[in-house]
C-alpha cells in the first residue's frame, strides 16, 4: 500500500525567515497543485482558530495571509470561517465571535478575508450528513459550510485536556460542527435546566424552534421534543441551561475523527499542522501559556490523519507525557478504519 505524502517546513516562529517561509509555502501548493484544480469565481473556506479570549496562543494572521495571497492569485474569494463553541465566552455567538477575532488581528485589511461563522447566530444551525459510523450515525455540520466546495485547513497543533492533542482533525470534527454536533461529541444527553438558577422569563421557550421547552412551575423545562442543537445553552441570561460534560475522553476523540469526516465528505481540501508555539492546552484555553517545546515548522498534506500522525509523531515524547490516558493507537488506527486517511506517511522536506 502506497504511503501518503506529508511535506514539511522546518521552522521557528520569530527566529526564521518569514520571506523564506512564504516561499516554501508557495513551493507546497506548487507541489500539490491544489490551486490548479479550483474553478475561478468559488468560494474557498479557510478553516482557522481565532483564539480564546485573553489567550495569544492562537496562529498569527499573517500566516493565513500567505495562504489568501495565493488563493486570491487565483481569482477565488477566501473566506475565514469558525463556528461557535459550546461553552460560554466571546465565541459562543456570531456577533462577539467576529469582534474577538478582529481584535486577534484576522482583520479583512491583514488577511485579504472576510470573516464568516458557519453555524448561525448562537450555533444552531446545521445539516445533517450521514455517515453511518459506530458512534455517528448522522453528524451535525455547520450550515454554512454547504456552500464551500474548497477548503483549506490551518491548524495550530497543541496538546488537549481530552483529546490529547489538537492537529487538523480536530480543527475539522469539532470545528466544523455546530453546536448541536459539538454536543453530540461531548455528551450522550441533552441540555437540561438548573433550577437553581432558572428565573422562569421564557427566553428560551420563546427561541426555542423545536417547541421543546416550556415553563413547568414557574421554571423552564427541556421536553422529548429536544434535538440537541445546543442553541438555548447562548441564549439564557441566566447560565441555567446547562449539559453534562459525560462523555469518555476516548470515545469523544473518536467521535472527532468521525465528525471531520464527515466535514471533508464531497469537499475538496488541503491540510496545515502548524507545530509552532505549541502549548499543554488548546486555544480554547482562556489564557496564554508558554510554550512546551522548541518550534518544530509546519506540515501540510491532503491526507488529514497522515498529517496529524507526523504531528504526534514528532511531539510524542511531550503529549504522552502530559495526557498518557488515552491509547493514541486505537485513535489512529480508527480513523484508519473510517477511511480518513493513512497512517503510513512519506515525509518530504521543503
Ligand atoms: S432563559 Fe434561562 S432563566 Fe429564562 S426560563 Fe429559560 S432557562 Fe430559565
Ligand atoms: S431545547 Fe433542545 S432543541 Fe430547543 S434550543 Fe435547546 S437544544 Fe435546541
Not at 9 to 14: C, E, L, N, S
Amino acid at each position: 500500500m502506497s504511503k501518503s505524502i506529508v511535506y514539511f517546513i522546518p521552522y521557528k516562529q520569530g527566529e526564521g525567515n518569514f520571506n523564506n517561509l512564504k516561499r516554501k509555502i508557495e513551493k507546497i501548493f506548487s507541489l500539490t497543485k491544489f490551486l490548479d484544480k479550483l474553478n475561478y469565481g468559488r468560494k474557498l473556506a479557510i478553516k482557522v482558530h481565532f483564539g480564546e479570549e485573553g489567550n495569544n496562543n492562537h496562529l498569527k494572521p499573517e500566516y493565513v495571509r500567505i495562504i489568501a495571497e495565493l488563493v486570491a492569485q487565483k481569482t477565488i474569494q477566501p473566506y475565514l470561517v469558525e463556528t461557535s463553541t459550546l461553552y460560554r465566552g466571546k465565541r459562543n455567538n456570531k456577533k462577539d465571535h467576529i469582534q474577538l477575532a478582529r481584535e486577534h488581528g484576522f482583520t479583512l485589511e491583514d488577511t485579504l478575508c472576510l470573516i464568516e461563522i458557519l453555524d448561525g447566530n448562537t450555533g444552531e444551525g446545521y445539516y445533517e450528513v450521514p455517515i453511518n459510523s459506530p458512534y455517528t450515525k448522522k453528524a451535525k455540520i455547520a450550515q454554512k459550510l454547504r456552500r464551500y466546495l474548497y477548503l483549506i485547513n490551518l491548524a495550530h497543533f497543541k496538546g488537549h485536556l481530552a483529546t490529547g492533542f489538537g492537529g487538523v482533525l480536530k480543527n475539522l470534527g469539532m470545528g466544523l460542527a455546530a453546536k448541536g454536533g459539538k454536543l453530540d461529541m461531548h455528551s450522550s444527553s441533552h441540555p437540561f435546566v438548573n433550577e437553581n438558577k432558572c428565573s422562569g422569563c421564557g427566553i428560551c421557550v420563546d427561541y426555542c424552534k423545536e417547541g421543546a421547552i416550556k415553563i413547568h412551575h414557574l421554571y423552564a423545562k427541556i421536553g422529548p421534543l429536544c434535538v440537541g442543537c445546543a442553541g438555548c445553552l447562548a441564549i439564557c441570561p441566566n447560565q441555567a441551561i446547562e449539559f453534562r460534560w459525560d462523555q469518555s475522553t476516548e470515545i469523544l476523540a473518536k467521535k472527532v475523527l468521525e465528525y471531520a469526516k464527515a466535514a471533508l465528505l464531497d469537499r475538496y481540501a488541503l491540510h496545515f499542522n502548524f507545530l509552532i508555539n505549541i502549548t499543554s492546552n488548546c486555544d480554547c484555553y482562556p489564557k496564554t501559556e508558554e510554550k512546551i517545546m522548541e518550534d518544530i515548522g509546519i506540515l501540510a498534506s491532503f491526507d488529514p490523519l497522515a498529517c496529524d500522525q507526523a504531528g504526534f509523531d514528532f511531539t510524542k515524547k511531550a503529549i504522552t507525557k502530559l495526557y498518557s490516558h488515552l491509547n493514541y493507537e486505537e485513535i489512529f488506527n480508527f480513523g484508519e478504519k473510517i477511511g480518513l486517511g493513512k497512517r503510513d506517511y512519506e515525509l518530504i522536506e521543503i
